[in-house]
């Protein structure tokens, strides 16, 4: 009688026991489970860069992210256009959870300008001529120019003194720096060169290969550079194309 009874207690134990660990594992797996995570975990957005962007184009992509939209105010700026975002909160890159605002300032375009004086405009990126154009438009006067070696096209405006949005009486000298270019090198020697080691050695120097012709000279080594155009020592442009002829054997 008492085995049977410690058989039944044990039994029932052993029951018991699985019937805990079988609930734990099946409450581990749908606690865990993708769509459980959905509902009980929030999920994180990041939030997009809105500078520079105008007011409908920034909530639509916000809407479609899942986040809202506020503006906070707005404010004159003298180089931002008006309507569009000038500042967020939070900064780009930050993670919110599904519905969270984003707060927004919005520019109010320049501020009026008063009788004599106007606002410097951007000229950054505008070819010199531009520059004096839009400057006229604006009641002002190209001043001094100065030059400096650039990776922009030749002539483009890098800067401006005053800056952009400063007031200025009318009449004002804008003095800008405008490109020359990449700047200069010197053109290095080819002659005895193959095309592939010839074309190395331009990029190098900041060159580029241009023509190849062939001429047959049994008198020379084949497959070699035996002239080249510019000449070595000359000072080109930067990205300039140096031309080559290389002695080939006839066929």
């Known amino acids: 009688m008492y085995y049977q009874q410690s058989g039944t207690k044990c039994?029932?134990?052993s029951f018991f026991t699985s019937?805990?660990?079988a609930g734990a594992v099946s409450f581990?797996?749908?606690?865990f489970s993708p769509s459980f995570s959905g509902i009980h975990r929030k999920q994180k957005i990041e939030v997009p860069n809105l500078k520079g962007i105008d007011l409908e184009t920034a909530r639509s992509l916000l809407d479609s992210k899942g986040l809202s939209l506020i503006v906070?105010?707005?404010?004159?700026d003298p180089v931002m256009e008006k309507g569009k975002i000038l500042f967020q909160n939070p900064i780009m890159g930050t993670f919110l959870n599904k519905g969270d605002i984003v707060k927004v300032v919005v520019s109010k375009g320049p501020p009026p300008e008063e009788k004599g004086e106007v606002i410097v405009p951007d000229l950054t990126g505008l070819d010199l001529n531009q520059?004096?154009?839009l400057l006229a438009e604006k009641k002002l006067i190209i001043?001094?120019?100065k030059k400096e070696v650039s990776d922009k096209p030749e002539n483009t405006v890098l800067s401006s003194i005053p800056e952009p949005g400063k007031r200025v009486p009318e009449g004002f000298k804008v003095d800008v720096v405008v490109s020359v270019g990449p700047g200069e090198t010197v053109v290095p020697r080819?002659?005895?060169l193959s095309v592939e080691r010839a074309r190395r050695k331009l990029a190098n120097a900041g060159l580029k290969l241009g023509n190849v012709y062939t001429t047959?000279?049994?008198e020379r080594a084949f497959d070699i550079i035996i002239r080249q155009s510019p000449r070595a020592g000359s000072k080109v442009k930067k990205g300039s194309k140096v031309d080559v002829t290389v002695n080939v054997e006839e066929r």
């Open 11 to 13: 039994f029932v134990i």
């Open 19 to 21: 019937l805990i660990v």
């Open 28 to 31: 581990a797996i749908w606690y």
């Open 72 to 76: 906070e105010k707005e404010i004159e």
């Open 131 to 133: 520059a004096k154009v």
């Open 143 to 145: 001043g001094n120019v």
């Open 190 to 192: 080819l002659y005895g």
């Open 216 to 218: 047959t000279d049994p």
